[in-house]
């Protein structure tokens, strides 16, 4: 070892041991804002997922997902049971799923 790394002291007060000093500063202040940005970031998105969770207010929900499970099985229903046009110009039909089923089994045969 050379003699100038032998006397070298971490806390002198050479323009080396400032500069580092600085630089920690400066580490520990951007690391600081960094963490809080991203608390903020986090809670902001837990803040709009949250919202429309059963159980977010309070309520279980169980009333809110059941009605809105009979609404999509009405509508599920309706549109296996009824004809509609889905597409004029591609020749696009629905049938209901029973004549579907039939027709199935007669070209089957």
Do not use: C
Not at 40 to 49: E, G, Q, R
Not at 57 to 68: F, N
């Amino acid at each position: 070892m050379n003699d100038q790394n032998k006397n070298h002291n971490p806390n002198s007060n050479d323009k080396a041991g400032k500069k580092t000093g600085i630089g920690l500063i400066k580490s520990f202040v951007l690391v600081t804002v960094a963490s809080v940005v991203l608390m903020v970031l986090m809670l902001f998105v837990i803040d709009i997922f949250w919202e429309g969770q059963p159980g977010a207010d309070g309520d279980d929900g169980a009333a809110a997902a059941a009605a809105t499970l009979q609404r999509l099985r009405d509508r599920e229903n309706q549109e296996l049971s009824s004809y509609a046009v889905s597409d004029t110009v591609k020749g696009v039909y629905r049938i209901p799923i029973e004549k579907a089923m039939e027709l199935t089994v007669e070209e089957a045969r």
